[in-house]
């Protein structure tokens, strides 16, 4: 193969040139050239080459082949089995069917003469010891499972390098097979199942289409005469009695997943292929126990085994429960009943992605016979979001039992809109196909757009007409009406996935009052927040091209809001704030501009507008700009006033007893002189409404807090059960012993003023009260837990006291201990974080009020560590900042107070530093002010103090 | 909107499948200096060799979700969106410089469509020639395998590829990727070195090395089960 040898000039090939012939070689065979390496070799090394170079340039190009053809090779057949004649004790009979994960093959028990059904497994299912593990598992659990309808399973085994499951055999066919002798063809009338065994030999050696069984018999060639099929099944495919039929066997496979899913197991893989008919017409389910396998294998080798037209939309993100299990077998009985595959594709991605998009086709689509509760029973059945589906099995076996009955069904049906919400709300997927919603919103919303605008305008051509075509208008108006709802179904769609949106941000309502230290919420992610913008731009749209609908610019400036919602959300104040202004201007225009606007229409953009200011007043706030909040504040209470009727709505008083609260938090916590304030500005004090109007006004906090506890009161009153009235009391009451006890009189000294002090604790009590009774009405609520938290934190009480529930200690410990459960549900959660620090903070300053310095050091240390990890998740936020600070310097005090000067000033200088950072706030700039006098002072003086 | 048509254009151009599918040089110029219409023009040349690449790179399980012509798609108008990044480098061929637009649409998706496994995900999708990726023979064993043939397909040919996967998992991660690049990516030695930053001779004996331990490690697979 090689040139001669020459002794005396022998070549060596460098490695370019072998890199060369390498790739010449590479790319002949990628243009199926077949090269053959010797061929390419004998070219390359004539005369004067040496052998060696030859050796290496023929073992080079073999690799290459190697690799090269092993990726191109067509996928041979399996052939592995076909040797198979005896396995352990059973006698292998013939080869029934081939699949995904092997062989099928019928066989004979040896030592009990009884008919099996043996499934050989490909060995790629099984290369890793865990599968194996796994494999013999499952089976094990299945072989349990007894269940009239639940082909049994005898075991597995391993015999000559190979394993296989037993099971029971049954003699009949699948209903995939079943499917298939329909071919198609709808009312085409069924051969029954008589004659499409007569069609193949009764032998069963060259039966192929016949999945045979007999279970019990010792001698199974005795059961072989008798091919004689009792089978009932209606043969009208398009008859009353067919579709019963189907129910009948949607019923009987629902009750044997119960069965199972009651056993732990779940099948994982129900399809027509998997049930199976007998003879006597019963239903089977096959296979369980080997689902599982496949799905393990598909990391192995980059294929999805598992058919995905059968697959849940869910199981795609490796979610699989019940309802999983019942939203196949509804495929599955939507495919009996229409003769058409539920889910359907070009090819497997496309089929992968329609399976992810749910059945979009109803039954009666295909047949307007079928009975329209069957329908109803299957459309829920294969619901996309599964929490629309049946719960369980049973629920959906008794539903179809109900229909057999003819009882009334418990599904119900749902409307378009709701479909279409549901369709775009679900979760698991979002991420994915978010834009793919958004597309085909898009395209609804703007084909329902310009179908309003053209039949308006027909509409307007008809009148203007003014010809004897009175039906013509109306049907003109009747499409006008259409294409209305149509776009308020894309439009009701989008707020959905944005309300979907801002709700998977936030556990509840937890922000109706504006905490505002802590409102600051876990992150949205990113896609989402790209996706709101994307509404925005839809809105945008949308309103551009209907100036004159005020529907829609309310659309927008709704959208707008929820922007700032979302932004708000994130933590984004500045865009939030930015993107609530641009929404209240444009709710100022819709009010504004035309006088046609109906008067509760007006009312409800008022109140809109009011939430909006509430709004802003809240990031303000969280910004530390009080000034912004307090202005804010001002104009929330004109706007309140300028409706007459507003502030005796239920609303308008909770919008207004917010804007209070929220005043009298953000007053309390930025330590400001609010009185003062208002004086040096000129300001009206603050608006009462509910209060004693006579009443001094030099705690205007205190007055704010007031206001907003007795319209929460009324509110509560006249609708005790609802449940954000209670919690913003609960709050209100809590910032009035917030605000009482804010002063600058030190806390101890305060304990003693008895009058003030009870005021406090009254408070606190009936806020601990009210959230202690909501806590056992709504155990797994965590807003009202956050809130529990935050109300025992507050010092009120004494700290050693006997009465276990006015014992502060306890009460603290209660607090850090709820803090701790909320962290341990969602870690890292920034609301949860800053509630700990609060309580580890309030419970160093109980330590400090008893004189424990060493106690509050170290608590003091676990708050700056807390809040250090809050900082960095948000290092904008001056809020943090600030509260980063105070800990900072509540340090440095201790080791002041310990006459560790040194300590005192290191951490002054930390907090200065820390401060230095924020801009914008007046809050953080006074408190900077403050702690520079306080290093300085401390650095003229010596001495410890 | 433009975007669309241009791209269009391109995949309506006749492929032409041999190997002299290289664009020309004024070809190259022209989209170097940012001419859209040459852009396409040389996009659709090498559409078949990105295809190859995405194919290799693409997750299986994103494989499931995206078509290869969906990343070609994307890549097309990233590359257009791009383009002027492509004039400031005067050395980068063409060819792989869409390539690198190809893979970075590719880490996008992965990032976006497997979030939760992007740990992973984005390791097997790193550039090969900054980072080795340990997952390469992960996508070589898929792309062996075929990525819609039943498993019941594959099995005798299972033992070759898994002794070939065997062989690759006990390479260090240059030899592999460098296997990787040049038969599955199949990209040449030229090209090759520019990616992996290194001359081309060096390329040479660094694949040559790789492919002379695949050969050896192949044989003792062959001598421990008694013959190939």
Redesign the interface.
Known sequence: MVGHKNMTRLQKLSQQQLDEIAEAFSSAIRRDKQPSVDDFVAQYCADGIADESAQELHSLLSSIAMIERLKQTPAEPVDAAKEIRQLDDYTVVREIGRGGMGVVFEAIHQSLGRRVAIKVLSHALLNQPKHLARFRREARAAARLRHTNIVPVFGVGEDQSQHYYVMDFIRGLSLREWLESLSGSRGRVLPTQAESISETDTDLEVDTTVFASDATTADPMEEEASNQLSVSIPTDTDSQKYFRWVAQVGATVADALQYAHSQGILHRDIKPANLLLDQDGRVWIADFGLAKLTEQDATMTGDIVGTPQYMAPESFENVYDESSETYCLGLTLYELLTGHVAIDGKNTSDTIRRATQGVTVNPRKWNRRIPRDLETIIVKSVALDSSARYATASEMRDDLQRFLADRPIAARRTGPAERLIRWSRREPTVAALTLGIFASLLTLAIVAGVAYWKTNQALVDTQVAKNSAVSAARVAQEQRLLAQSNLQVAVKAFDEISQRIVDRSDELDADLLGDIADSTSPAVSQQDAQLLQSLLLFFDELAKNNRDNVELKLQAAAAMKRVGDIHHRLGQHTQADKAFQEAWIQYNEIASASLTVPDDLQQNLLLTQVTIMNDRASIAGLRGNVSQAVDLYDRTIDLLNESSNLLESTEGRFEYARANSLFSSIATRSGLDVAASFKSRGRRPVHRFFGNKDAPSFRQELYASNEAIQALTSLTNDAPDDLRFQMALSRALRQRAEASLSDDRPLGDRLKQPRLMAGVRKDVSQSTDILDRLRELHPDNVSIQYELSKTLSVIAFQLGGEDARYSQRGRLVKSKRIADELLAQSPDTPRYLALKAHSLGQMAKARRMQGQSDEELSLLREQLEIQKRLLKGAPELSQYQIKLAQTIERLAEVHLAKGQRKEAVQYLRQATDSLSEVVNSPVAAAKLMQLNRKLGGLKRDPRPR | MKLGTTFSQAFSLPLNM??SNEPSDRQVREMRAGNQQALAEVFSLYTQRLRQIIRFRLD?RL?????DSDVLQESFIAAARRLEHFETQADMPAFLWLRLITQQQLVDLHR??L?AEMRDVRKEVSLPGHSPSPHTSLAI??????????????????E???K?EAALNQMDEIDREV?AL???E?L??IETAKVLNIET?AA??R??RA??R??DL?QDFADENGGA
């Open positions: 041999t190997d299986y494989a499931n979700r995206i078509s976006q469509h979030q064993a898929a792309q062996l395998a075929g990525r819609n043939t039943a498993v019941s397909e594959v099995m005798s040919r299972g070759r590829i898994e070939l296997i040049r038969h599955f199949e040449s030695n001779s040479s004996k694949y040559l492919m002379r695949l050969a192949m």
